[in-house]
Structures are given as structure tokens and as C-alpha cells.
């Protein structure tokens, strides 16, 4: 069974700052999607990496992958509060299917 | 339309009661995915639908939940005698294809009391 874990579970960060959140898994597979939740909202996608040693970058976020170490991480850069929000990554897994087990999520406060 | 739709956005039942939530994909996607997110926790996957046939069931709790999707667009979540611990967001989620982008909507929160 599939098993995604990430870290860490929650983060607390000054505006300014750069962090990296960490996205382990199981099983190999070489689909790794990072998404965005805001409270009480759905999910908003930020990345899809498809192949080992990709990376992607969008504003502030970077996401990598690792397949060989099973790892993806997102890291942020210069935190600012608008990126206050819950990050899951989720990976796909499957033959003729690509159901994504999804992570604990990483709940991420910037603060002034 | 423009994006993945979800109806009804909130529900309350009761214990015991029948429930359908619908679920509207981006038109033109072939793959349509049922996920439940309980609070604190990532989404669960429940269902896989490749165009009218349900390809991966193995998520679906028991055999209260059921789901179809009788032309490969529009798809029904169904939860008989329905249980507090059913209490959930239920997601969907659509995609082109098979191990492509999948983008979610809304959700349906729904409440079992």
C-alpha cells in the first residue's frame, strides 16, 4: 500500500524567509502533484512533476522530484502571508488508473 | 463550463437518510475522480470513472456508497443509510485523460445528524 507522508504537519514562518516542505513516499510511481487548499476552499494545482529530476518553478514556490529517493519537495522563497495556506502533495498511482494518494498536508502561517 | 461543478455545496441529513451528490466534470475530460476529505486530513480516493465505466472502486468505504456515471459526463455519488462518520467535504475531480492534471471542484460539504 501507497503511503505519502509529508513534513512538516505545520509551519510557522516570518514573511521573508525561505522554508522547504518535505513529500515522502512508498511506492514508486513517477507522478507527483503538489496542490494549495485555502480554508474551506477546494484544491487549487500548483505543480504536476512526471519525471525524476524535474523541477518547476512558480513566483515564490519551487517543486522537485526525486524519484530514485522517493522525495518531491516544495521550496518556498522569500515567504509572504499570502502563501498562508494548507500544502498537499499527492501521488499518482496506478496502471490504467491515476488515483492520487494524497499527503497529511503541511498547514503553512507566514507572519509579519 | 468552465471548471468542475459540484451541487449541492452544503447538505444536511439525517442518520439513516438517502443521499446524491452530482458532480459536473470540465467538458471533454474523460476521467472523473470521487475523493472525501475529513477535517485536518488530505482527500481519500473513493472512485475512479474512465468515459461511462467505474475502472477503480477499491476506495469506496462499503457497499452503502455507490457512484455512476451512465454517460461518461455527469457523475452521481451515492450514500444509502447514511452515518454520522459520513460526514465529510466529498470531492471531485476531472481530467483529460488517464495520468493527466486532474482539477477539483468545490465540494459537497455534507453533515449527518
Known amino acids: 500500500e501507497l503511503k505519502v507522508e509529508q513534513n512538516p504537519l505545520f509551519l510557522s514562518m516570518q514573511e521573508g524567509k525561505n522554508y522547504t516542505i518535505y513529500c515522502n513516499y512508498s511506492?514508486?510511481?513517477?507522478?507527483l502533484y503538489w496542490y494549495r487548499q485555502d480554508p474551506g476552499k477546494s484544491l487549487e494545482s500548483l505543480f504536476v512533476?512526471?519525471?525524476?529530476?524535474a523541477v518547476k518553478q512558480e513566483g515564490r514556490l519551487m517543486a522537485s522530484l526525486d524519484t530514485k529517493a522517493r522525495l518531491s519537495t516544495l521550496h518556498i522563497t522569500a515567504a509572504v502571508h499570502d502563501l498562508s495556506a494548507t500544502y498537499f502533495c499527492?501521488?499518482?498511482?496506478?496502471?490504467?488508473?491515476?488515483?492520487?494518494?494524497f499527503g497529511t498536508g503541511t498547514r503553512l502561517q507566514v507572519f509579519p | 463550463g468552465a471548471g468542475v461543478s459540484q451541487t449541492p455545496s452544503n447538505k444536511v441529513t439525517e442518520k439513516g437518510k438517502y443521499v446524491e451528490l452530482r458532480c459536473d466534470p470540465i467538458?471533454?475530460?474523460?476521467?472523473l475522480y470521487w475523493y472525501r476529505q475529513s477535517l485536518g486530513q488530505g482527500p481519500e480516493f473513493l472512485i475512479y470513472f474512465q468515459g461511462t465505466g467505474a475502472a477503480d472502486d477499491s476506495g469506496l468505504p462499503n457497499d452503502r456508497f455507490f457512484a455512476v456515471r451512465p454517460e461518461g459526463s455527469v457523475s452521481t455519488l451515492k450514500i444509502q443509510r447514511t452515518e454520522r462518520g459520513d460526514s465529510a467535504v466529498y470531492l471531485c475531480a476531472s481530467s483529460l485523460t488517464t495520468s493527466t492534471e486532474a482539477f477539483f471542484g468545490q465540494g459537497t460539504r455534507l453533515t449527518v445528524v
Open positions: 512533476l512526471l519525471s525524476n529530476g
Open positions: 499527492a501521488v499518482g498511482w496506478g496502471v490504467n488508473t491515476d488515483k492520487l494518494i
Open positions: 511506492t514508486t510511481s513517477d507522478r
Open positions: 467538458s471533454g475530460h474523460t476521467a
